[in-house]
């Protein structure tokens, strides 16, 4: 069964520095998303990608944040400069189109970031 | 925007007795419900959706309730096994494409 992948399982960077975290979305989806889950809390939405540019985003995706689909398989998020508040496990999802056959957003395992 | 609440935070049952978790929204254009079950180390995996033109969902031991007016929606497991355990959160979709989620509800199930 397709999944949705993610890499690294773990990132551990320094406060400041950048991070790049990479995901696979399933070959045949067109919708992409990055969320967020610090430790005990839900998952929070951060932003959604279509047709190469960003439809959606909320108040924690700031100018720190980017995303970008280098080529025709890889999703990427990019933290700038990291804050303590950042360490979180971070979520890709991918769905595969409008319609109600579209519906179901499905998760990557997630890369959890440790910033120290 | 959306609020999505969600109860209890932590449920135990015996092993074959019934569990259920409960979900409310606040944006009344929502019209896509997800719940998804997460295991330890592991991301959100959907178990069971319902559309906002349907009032009930069945699938073997779990199904998934909705009342529209309320604004609340349910999901029930029955015959609950250990390998039910785990954290269940339920979501909801307004406008936008973005899922709202709940916070969580952890379910264990005694052997």
């Known amino acids: 069964e397709p999944e949705v992948t993610q890499t690294p399982s773990h990132q551990v960077t320094q406060m400041g520095q950048e991070v790049i975290l990479r995901c696979v979305p399933i070959s045949n989806h067109l919708y992409f998303y990055w969320y967020r889950q610090i430790l005990g809390q839900k998952v929070e939405f951060l932003v959604s990608?279509?047709?190469?540019?960003?439809?959606?985003k909320s108040e924690i995706f700031d100018d720190q944040f980017s995303v970008e689909r280098p080529d025709g398989s890889n999703f990427t998020l990019k933290i700038r400069s990291t804050k303590l508040e950042d360490s979180a496990m971070y979520f890709c999802?991918?769905?595969?189109?409008?319609?109600?056959?579209?519906?179901?957003?499905?998760f990557g395992p997630g890369t959890r970031l440790t910033v120290l | 925007g959306e609020n999505v609440e969600q109860h209890p935070s932590t449920l135990s049952v015996q092993e074959g007795d019934s569990a259920v978790i409960k979900c409310t929204y606040s944006?009344?254009?929502?019209?896509?419900f997800p719940w998804y079950k997460q295991e330890l180390g592991k991301g959100p995996q959907l178990i069971i959706d319902?559309?906002?033109?349907?009032g009930e969902k069945k699938d073997q031991r779990i199904a998934v309730t909705l009342n529209k007016t309320a604004k609340h929606f349910s999901l029930h497991i029955t015959e609950t096994q250990p390998e039910d355990s785990a954290v269940y959160f339920c979501a909801a979709r307004s406008s936008g494409d973005k899922l709202t989620f709940g916070t969580g509800t952890r379910l264990a199930v005694r052997p």
């Open positions: 944006d009344s254009a929502s019209n896509y």
């Open positions: 319902i559309r906002s033109n349907v």
């Open positions: 999802a991918s769905r595969a189109t409008s319609g109600r056959a579209g519906d179901e957003q499905f």
């Open positions: 990608f279509y047709n190469n540019e960003i439809s959606e």
